[in-house]
Structure formats: structure tokens, C-alpha cells
């Protein structure tokens, strides 16, 4: 395959795409978005060539497993993936792009979130910086986002629902059958594991090149990853937000929802005992945290849902009374997920473990 012909600015893939999710919206022709937000649009197909250029197979290196990352001219909450012969393409909704934006605008603008200096989870950004932390927490979002569908590509879930579930695309936000319900939501925990995983690296590398080569960075971006607390802070924040776009609070253990994605409480539940579990590690690692890690990332968590419910109006449902039954759910999945990886196994690809 030439290089040119599989580039996210080659005609052809961009016809593939628009081809494949015509009937949802299409591709989004950024020239028709309003100016001021266009910069915006490039800032992030950047991010997606980035993130492409890394997601190499690595035992055919000369392979993408994810060639193409665009937009869909869409204004509700959805993320699409899908594969194109060998090629995986993820299609991110313009609604969803734009509802994180919003809401992390507003959570730092008019909320004041993560800037009370009562609080043990204060960031102390100075106001001008702010523009800079909330568009930070939106990119991280995003990523998580891009990630979790890379993802779905490259451990086989895609390729594995197309051969042997003819399902051509596979959305996130959406109500598939009663039957599936088990087996999707075992296949987006694996997901979001695996793409906890990535986030949580690259923020350390983020963290670490901010240390070493500050000349790298804007002053804003260098005081937003100036302590190793303020990063930890960030990311748990901007990927609870990203879960609750996709929320689904129908917990009920013996019937599974038909939605998607596991119960909001058990992927908020899953996500915090992996951060807190690498935030250990790292300290015995020799990383300087000298922050109380349970507290701190507890905290952070309720603040998401509580700006979260504030900005759209939702009730807080006390996601930490019923751990229980939310780590019996997680079990479950846990089985599934055990269970279907032999017949799932050759549609998997290796992806390289590269950030940049
Ligand atoms: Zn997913």
C-alpha cells in the first residue's frame, strides 16, 4: 500500500469514509464549520495523524491498523469504527466533539471546577491559563476517545463483529440486541482498560518531557503539568467526563441493559482501580508522589460527576455506595471477556507501543 493512497489527506480513504457513513451525516467538510472553530478541527486532525503514525502493526510494521480518524457531520453524542478491508477507520460525531467542549468550558469557566483552593484537588491555574486547562481536558478526552476505538481495532472486536457477527459498523452509542448486550459490554471493558493504559503513559510522558524540556512548552501548558498530582488530577477528570457521554445508569446486575457500554458506575469503578493500582506502582518505582492517592483520585471523580450533573441537570446517583454489585459486574465481564478471547484471537493485531 503507498503511503499517499492510505494518508488521512488521501481523497480515496476520505471517499471510503464518506461512502461507509453516508447515512449518518457523512464527512464532516470542515470549511462549513464556522471560523473559529476550524483551527480547532486542525489542532485535532494533528492529533489524529499522530496517533495514526503510531498505531503500526508490529509484526508488519509497514501496516496501519488505523489509517483513517475523521469527523461525522453529526450532532448527536456517538464514536464509530469500522473496517475497510485490512484498514480500520474511526469516525468521531461532530456532537460529541462539540458536547465535551462545552462542557469542559464551562466546568472550568463558569463552574470554577478544580479552582477552589479549599478543596485538596485544586489546580491553582491563574485565570488567564484557563482557556489552555480546558482545552487540555478536552484533548485528553478525545484521545481517550480515539484510543478506546483503536482499541476495538487492534484486539480484534471489529473484525471479529464484522466476520462472524455481520456487524459493518459497530457504534458506540447505540441499543444492539438483548443477546449481545453481555458480549458487547465484556468487549468495551476491554476497551477501556487497554486505553486507560495508553492514556496513563502518555500523560506520564507528557509529565516527564514538561520536566526535562521545558522550552518544549507553553508556560500554560508547562503549569497544567507541572506537578505530577496536577497531570493525575487532569486525566482522571477529563476521561470521567468522557464516560458520562455515554452513560448508561441502568444498573441491574441478573439483566443486562441492552445498552453498549457497562453501567457508568462499573467503568468509573474499573478506570479508578486501575489508575490508583499504577499510581502505587509508580511511587514504588521512585516517581515523587506525595499525594494521598485513594483521596485524591476519589475526589476527582466525584467532582466530574458533580459538574457533570450540575452543567446537564442529571442527579447524582452516589456511584460509591454499591461497589458490590458493581464489582459483580465487573466479574461477570471479566468471565465473558476470558471466554470469548480464543474466537476473537485471530482478528488481533499487535500495536506498537510508541506515544508519538
Ligand atoms: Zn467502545
Not at 488521512?8 to 472553530?37: C, W
Not at 464509530?80 to 469516525?91: C, D, Q, S
Not at 477501556?192 to 495508553?198: E, F, T, W, Y
Amino acid at each position: 500500500m503507498s503511503a499517499n493512497k492510505y494518508s488521512m489527506d488521501s481523497e480515496y480513504l476520505q471517499d471510503v469514509f464518506n461512502k461507509k457513513i453516508e447515512s449518518h451525516g457523512g464527512r464532516l467538510d470542515i470549511r462549513n464549520e464556522p471560523n473559529e472553530v476550524q483551527l480547532l478541527y486542525s489542532k485535532f486532525y494533528d492529533l489524529f495523524k499522530s496517533r495514526i503514525a503510531s498505531v503500526v502493526d508490529k509484526d508488519n510494521p509497514s501496516q496501519h491498523i488505523v489509517s483513517y480518524i475523521d469527523f461525522i457531520d453529526n450532532r448527536k453524542l456517538n464514536a464509530v469504527a469500522f473496517l475497510h478491508k485490512n484498514t480500520g477507520m474511526i469516525g468521531i460525531y461532530k456532537g460529541l466533539h462539540k458536547k465535551l467542549f462545552e462542557i469542559f468550558k464551562s466546568a472550568i469557566q463558569e463552574k470554577n471546577s478544580l479552582n477552589n483552593s479549599e478543596s485538596p484537588i485544586n489546580l491553582d491555574i491563574p485565570k488567564e491559563y484557563q482557556k489552555t486547562l480546558y482545552i487540555t481536558l478536552w484533548e485528553i478526552a478525545i484521545d481517550f476517545i480515539v484510543n478506546h476505538e483503536i482499541i476495538h481495532i487492534s484486539n480484534g472486536h471489529i473484525g471479529w463483529l464484522k466476520n462472524i457477527k455481520g456487524l459493518e459498523l459497530y457504534f458506540e452509542n447505540k441499543v444492539y440486541s438483548k443477546d449481545m448486550a453481555l458480549t458487547l459490554q465484556s468487549l468495551e471493558m476491554d476497551a477501556d482498560l487497554n486505553s486507560i493504559g495508553k492514556s496513563i503513559k502518555k500523560a506520564e510522558f507528557i509529565y516527564n518531557d514538561c520536566q526535562k524540556h521545558p522550552e518544549k512548552f507553553p508556560k500554560q501548558v508547562r503549569e497544567i503539568y507541572s506537578s505530577f498530582k496536577k497531570t493525575a488530577i487532569c486525566q482522571i477528570f477529563a476521561i470521567f467526563i468522557a464516560f458520562h457521554i455515554f452513560e448508561d445508569f441502568t444498573v441491574n446486575v441478573k439483566n443486562f441493559s441492552m445498552r453498549t457500554h457497562p453501567p457508568l458506575q462499573v467503568r468509573q469503578l474499573i478506570f479508578l482501580k486501575l489508575f490508583i493500582g499504577y499510581l502505587k506502582s509508580a511511587k514504588e518505582e521512585g516517581m515523587n508522589i506525595d499525594f494521598d492517592i485513594f483521596n485524591i483520585t476519589t475526589e476527582v471523580a466525584k467532582e466530574a460527576q458533580r459538574v457533570y450533573d450540575l452543567i446537564t441537570g442529571k442527579g447524582f446517583l452516589g456511584w460509591d455506595i454499591h461497589k458490590k454489585i458493581y464489582q459483580n459486574h465487573v466479574d461477570i465481564l471479566d468471565k465473558h471477556l476470558n471466554d470469548l478471547r480464543d474466537e476473537i484471537k485471530p482478528y488481533t493485531k499487535n500495536w506498537r507501543d510508541k506515544l508519538y
